[in-house]
């Protein structure tokens, strides 16, 4: 369902006036944010930005050093992390599995928040992660260790590890990365299968500008700890707008495909003299 059809019901996650860091350096500082629920999200900007940070933070992996993360109205930092993880998925860029892990037992961690020592493992469960095997479309590797996994495949069964998890805000923090075009357009397919059948509100860190505008209902745009710009991708993408965030020279065109923006680069060389003419000499290029 377009993004603009679909109805807000007022955000359940977003952040308060945050600032963000590492060590002694502050990443973010004094950023709020709010989450529409049931749409795609993607956080886009250049590197060190904040993106991932950000993310970190709504998903609790990170502490803010000022303001706060709220969940359904609630700080998330005064929750049981079991409560947050029956809402909340977050799939980090690299995440890491024990070796000789199979893509059934993988998946089997997705239940896990669900689990105590009065509710043990139960035919319920089973179903949740073989319901999430098909959904993905890798029921047939159940069997299988991650370590045989293509790329494709083994993001597939991160996914339905978060699938089973059964929450209905899914965090993804860049999960096309180390993929080729085609598997890259796989796995966001997948995503954005999930999120239109079953209403689940979704935030990614995407790198590729082009993919973040095909698969996003909503774009934030970050550029050294602050948000620059937010909303419809058609509304907000332009020359001007990439040329002061990522000092990238470009056309925005209407992609042929999705009637959404496409971005197409302006280098140094392999242009036309049209697209060239106003571009600055830059001695020994």
């Known amino acids: 369902m377009p993004a603009e059809q679909r109805l807000s019901t007022g955000p359940r996650l977003g952040a308060q006036d945050v600032t963000l860091g590492y060590g002694d350096r502050v990443i973010v500082d004094g950023l709020t944010v709010d989450i529409e629920p049931g749409l795609i999200t993607t956080v886009i900007g250049p590197n060190g930005c904040g993106k991932s940070t950000l993310l970190r933070s709504l998903g609790r992996l990170l502490r803010p050093r000022a303001g706060r993360v709220l969940l359904d109205g609630k700080a998330i930092s005064t929750m049981k992390t079991k409560d947050i993880a029956r809402v909340v998925g977050m799939l980090p860029q690299t995440p890491v599995a024990p070796e000789g892990l199979t893509v059934a037992d993988l998946v089997a961690r997705g239940r896990h928040p669900h689990q105590s020592w009065l509710r043990q493992w139960s035919a319920d469960d089973e179903t949740e992660v073989a319901t ?116 990238l020279r470009a056309e925005v065109l209407d992609d042929p495909v999705s009637g959404r923006p496409m971005i197409v680069p302006i280098g140094a060389r392999h242009v036309l003299p049209a697209a060239a003419a106003d571009m600055p000499v830059t001695p020994g290029v």
């Open 132 to 247: 999430a095997l098909h959904r993905t479309g890798i029921a047939e590797l159940a069997g299988r260790t991650l370590d045989e996994l293509s790329g494709g495949q083994r993001q597939r069964a991160w996914i339905s590890m978060a699938l089973a998890q059964g929450t209905d805000i899914l965090l993804l923090d860049e999960p096309t990365t180390y993929l080729d075009l085609a598997h890259s357009l796989e796995v966001l397919d997948l995503v954005d299968r999930l999120h239109d059948d079953f209403g689940r509100t979704v935030v990614m860190v995407l790198h590729d500008l082009n993919l973040a505008i095909r698969y996003s209902d909503r774009l934030i745009v970050m550029h050294a700890g602050r948000i620059v710009a937010q909303g419809l991708p058609g509304e907000i993408v332009t020359a001007e707008l990439l040329h002061e965030v990522f000092g």
